[in-house]
């Protein structure tokens, strides 16, 4: 009984003695210091780890915002728009569609508002077919048409599955220099709710330039600063600059 005793001390103390190897966390983005960031969720990690945080990005909540700033029909006139969009990296299809009308305009057209709402939904392959939970989305949208300047003014807000909610806003600036060139920039923000365990906050704001080659194409850069915060769970931010070709047949 002693020997055993004295065997079991002394293996106490050969563990204690011995040093502990820490194991780097997982990777979920770039930081200087990532040892000192705790494990991110799977739900939370960035696009390029967790494909269905991508898709969300692109959520109904901004399309039904986006169909909210359009305000080209006439007054309580609906209109309405479809995508549908192959990911064969993920081997999947995504979809969506949604109504939005322009409730009023002043009699000058310079102020306008408008509404929609806007649902879709993802398909993923594999031995059988996987439906994602169908998000909803609603949005409204201010614009004001100057002569030289223009504003958007636009806020949106859809639910998930699980309980997950998610409300933004975004304001949008142009200043038109002539006819050819012209200057922009905004800024976006949106919450986005994990059913009262977790919170993330993505601030966007972009800035660039473009030129008008003919009354139906424009050449543009842009800047973008993306900051997305998770609360106790540290932060991560990104540029980027995009160059656009936009036609319209």
């Known amino acids: 009984m002693a020997l055993l005793l004295c065997l079991a001390a002394s293996c106490l103390a050969l563990g204690a003695a011995a040093p502990l190897v820490s194991q780097p966390p997982p ?24 494909p269905l945080v991508r898709e969300r990005r692109q959520t109904a909540g901004l399309n039904a915002e986006s169909l909210a700033l359009r305000h080209d029909s006439p007054v309580g006139e609906p209109f309405h728009d479809t995508h549908v969009r192959v990911d064969e990296g993920t081997n999947s299809l995504h979809y969506g569609g949604g109504v939005g009308a322009v409730l009023g305009k002043s009699p000058d057209g310079r102020h306008s508002v408008g509404a929609a709402t806007y649902a879709q ?10 439906f994602s939970h169908p998000n909803l989305g609603v949005g409204v949208g201010y614009r004001y048409n100057g002569d030289k300047n223009s504003v958007a003014l636009g806020a ?14 975004s304001l949008n ?34 800035l660039g330039y473009r030129y008008n080659l003919n009354d139906r194409t424009s050449l543009s850069v842009t800047g973008t600063h993306r900051n997305s915060d ?3 769970l540290g932060d991560s931010s990104g540029k980027s600059i995009f160059l656009r070709l936009n036609s319209k047949f």
């Not at 859809?158 to 933004?168: D, I, L, N, Q, R």
């Open 27 to 50: 990777r979920a983005w770039s930081l200087d210091s990532p040892s000192e960031v705790p494990p991110v969720p799977s739900f939370a990690r960035d696009d390029r780890d967790e």
């Open 121 to 130: 939904q993802s398909v993923f392959g594999g031995d059988t077919l996987s």
């Open 156 to 169: 949106n807000a859809e639910s998930f599955a699980g309980g997950v909610t998610k409300k933004g806003a």
């Open 173 to 206: 600036l142009e200043h038109r220099l002539n006819d050819r060139h012209s200057l922009f920039g905004g800024i976006s923000r949106g919450k986005t709710d994990y059913n009262g365990l977790f919170s993330r906050t993505d601030t966007d704001a972009n």
């Open 230 to 232: 998770f609360g106790p």
